[in-house]
């Protein structure tokens, strides 16, 4: 049981170093994308084409940022199913249909 409570310590660490740099990312491309938007706007020598393409680009690193995101959660909570006494993971809870 030692080893179990161990290993929970070790997935709350995780967990939290996960979650800090989430945060830590999120506030930098925040930051980035206000700076580009004020450099663009004060500068007024980047066309419209190029200000749509800049756009596009803040808006997909957004969308790998959040799906980066998800796969850590999922992950993180099948490790914590798997090293958790009390919660099963979802295959082994389930039965299994036989035909």
Known sequence: ??????????????????????????????????????????????????????????KEYDRGRLAIQDVVEENRISLEQLFSPLIQPKEAARPKKTK
């Open 1 to 58: 049981m030692e080893n179990i409570a161990f290993a929970q310590q070790v997935i709350d660490i995780n967990r939290v170093a996960a979650d800090n740099a989430r945060n830590v990312i999120t506030l930098l491309q925040n930051q980035t994308i206000r700076f580009v938007q004020a450099s663009i706007e004060q500068g007024n020598q980047v066309a419209k084409e190029g200000q749509r393409i800049i756009e596009e680009w803040t």
